[in-house]
């Protein structure tokens, strides 16, 4: 990620008010946090995705401020958010945080998986938004730590892809660099094909399914979930 787009992400939740948490994560539409409809469509996706239970323990990687992931670890046994924001993790941890059960700590999310603490505990792993914002290299690699260093992690839900075949519902008559598609460091990242992410996830020793959100879904019309199991 190149030192503009890292202060954008790291500066732009400072100018944001501290309990504006979708705004903070650009969770937004024209400028507005989005509503709560549409993050209950979001927890439910996630939900049936990963088949989460009252048993589980999520990881959330890129787990910003942590507004998404208390909804989550409510609905199980907790888990751990893992971002690499400063400011964001401080609002996490000042706001949702709730030890043992919900706990946040600033890191790269590369880094961690590399040589994560008790790896074992966590039976499901999320993340949500900011897989494309993931140098190529970086990403793929992160599919291989998720596989070889958390075995105890059966199903994987990465969250709101960019679909390159869809670019121009996105785009609608206004024009667009060519090339920005596949550019980590563009303003919605890298856009996959479905093809292209299962044939990447399956590199990495998974099996990946495509997952749709309902029409009413404020992004529906170009993105998609990809769920990961062994």
């Known amino acids: 990620m190149n030192k503009e787009k890292f202060s954008f992400y790291k500066e732009h939740p400072k100018t944001c008010e501290p309990d504006d948490f979708w705004g903070q994560v650009k969770r937004t539409v024209n400028g507005k946090p989005v509503s709560q409809e549409q993050i209950d469509m ?13 048993g589980d323990t999520l990881l959330d990687l890129c787990c910003g401020n942590g507004a998404l992931s208390t909804l989550l670890f409510r609905r199980c046994r907790g888990g751990l958010g893992v971002d690499f924001s400063e400011h964001l993790i401080s609002i996490a941890n000042r706001y949702f945080a ?10 790269d999310v590369v880094h961690f998986c590399e040589n994560p603490p ?20 970086r990403a ?14 059966h199903r994987v839900f990465i969250g709101n892809c960019p679909d390159k075949k869809l670019q121009s519902r996105f785009y609608g008559d206004s024009p667009f660099e060519p090339g920005t598609e596949n550019d ?15 044939d990447m996830a399956e590199r990495c020793g998974w099996r990946a399914s495509i997952h749709k959100m309902p029409a009413g879904y404020y992004a529906a019309h170009y993105r998609y979930d990809v769920v990961l199991t062994r």
């Open 42 to 54: 979001i927890v439910n996706a996630v939900v049936a995705g990963l088949e989460l239970a009252s």
């Open 98 to 107: 709730s030890p043992p059960g919900q706990t946040y700590i600033l890191q």
């Open 118 to 137: 008790s790896p074992e505990i966590f039976t499901k792993i999320l993340c949500y938004g900011s897989f494309p914002f993931i140098e190529h290299a």
């Open 140 to 153: 793929e690699s992160l599919l291989h730590l998720l596989k070889d260093n958390f075995a105890n992690a």
């Open 184 to 198: 980590p460091d563009s303003p919605i990242g890298v856009w996959r094909t479905e093809e292209e992410f299962v």
